[in-house]
């Protein structure tokens, strides 16, 4: 009888040590598992990353001047109080010649700057700069009841502009304008005439390209000599 005991104590033991690895295999098993998806979270989440650093390179890798020229703030008056919205218009630039503008709406100031931001970025115009400080010559623009005057200066001049102008020269990368605006202070109506007088810009080169004529031709036109007018033309860089 107490043989038999012993048998049966010994079957148990062999038992237990039987399972206690494959219990060990299966909590490593598990552990592997957990750390597996772990990985793979973390792997998911280096994926996303670099799906936003390839958004960020088909911008160019360029670096914009970005202006926050107006926020209007809103209120909808609803049954639980009064419902907040933003309204953001942004110029931006990338103080080389190119320039544009955008608005944008949200629920929060930070989300609305970046809708117009983006909307801006995709609405880059390029100006002729002479110089590459002022423009080639003055303008006029008119949206609305706005009415702007843009008129190049000689250097040191500064940029003669305020408000909502001043954010669009020096985004543009102006350094000698001197502007007027007259009939409006509303900033959308005055960043959008200042537009239509900046897409009105041309250079010598363009116009020389298009008459069929050399650059120096059009400049002896002024009353310059022939070898001023070929300094010049050599100096124009658009």
Same mark, same amino acid.
Do not use: C, W
């Given at each position: 009888?107490?043989?038999?005991?012993?048998?049966?104590?010994?079957?148990?033991?062999?038992?237990?040590?039987?399972?206690?690895?494959?219990?060990?295999?299966?909590? +490593?098993?598990?552990?592997?598992?957990?750390?597996?998806?772990?990985?793979?979270?973390?792997?998911?989440?280096?994926?996303?990353?670099?799906?936003?650093?390839?958004?960020?390179?088909?911008?160019?890798?360029?670096?914009?001047?970005?202006?926050?020229?107006?926020?209007?703030?809103?209120?909808?008056?609803?049954?639980?109080?009064?419902?907040?919205?933003?309204?953001?218009?942004?110029?931006?630039?990338?103080?080389?010649?190119?320039? +544009?503008?955008?608005?944008?709406?949200?629920?929060?100031?930070?989300?609305?700057?970046?809708?117009?931001?983006?909307?801006?970025?995709?609405?880059?115009?390029?100006?002729?700069?002479?110089?590459?400080?002022?423009?080639?010559?003055?303008?006029?623009?008119?949206?609305?009841?706005?009415?702007?005057?843009?008129?190049?200066?000689?250097?040191?001049? +500064?940029?003669?502009?305020?408000?909502?102008?001043?954010?669009?020269?020096?985004?543009?990368?102006?350094?000698?304008?001197?502007?007027?605006?007259?009939?409006?202070?509303?900033?959308?109506?005055?960043?959008?005439?200042?537009?239509?007088?900046?897409?009105?810009?041309?250079?010598?080169?363009?116009?020389?390209?298009?008459?069929?004529?050399?650059?120096?031709?059009?400049?002896?036109?002024?009353?310059?000599?022939?070898?001023?007018?070929?300094?010049?033309?050599?100096?124009?860089?658009?």
């Amino acid at each position: 009888m107490a043989d038999e005991t012993e048998i049966q104590t010994g079957a148990v033991a062999v038992e237990a040590e039987a399972a206690a690895p494959a219990e060990a295999e299966g909590r +490593g098993r598990g552990r592997g598992r957990g750390r597996g998806g772990n990985d793979r979270d973390r792997g998911g989440r280096g994926r996303r990353d670099d799906r936003r650093g390839r958004g960020n390179e088909d911008d160019g890798g360029e670096e914009f001047v970005e202006k926050l020229v107006h926020i209007n703030r809103v209120s909808k008056t609803v049954k639980g109080g009064k419902r907040f919205g933003f309204a953001a218009l942004v110029v931006v630039g990338d103080g080389k010649g190119r320039a +544009g503008f955008g608005h944008g709406k949200a629920r929060e100031v930070p989300e609305a700057i970046s809708k117009a931001t983006a909307a801006a970025k995709k609405a880059m115009i390029r100006v002729p700069l002479k110089e590459g400080r002022t423009l080639h010559h003055d303008g006029l623009g008119h949206f609305g009841a706005g009415k702007v005057t843009v008129r190049t200066a000689p250097p040191g001049t +500064g940029i003669i502009a305020g408000g909502p102008m001043r954010a669009v020269f020096e985004s543009l990368g102006v350094a000698d304008v001197v502007t007027k605006s007259n009939g409006t202070s509303n900033p959308y109506n005055m960043i959008r005439a200042t537009f239509a007088a900046l897409t009105e810009q041309t250079s010598p080169k363009s116009v020389a390209q298009r008459r069929g004529k050399k650059i120096a031709d059009l400049l002896r036109r002024g009353g310059a000599s022939a070898d001023v007018a070929a300094a010049e033309a050599e100096a124009i860089a658009e």
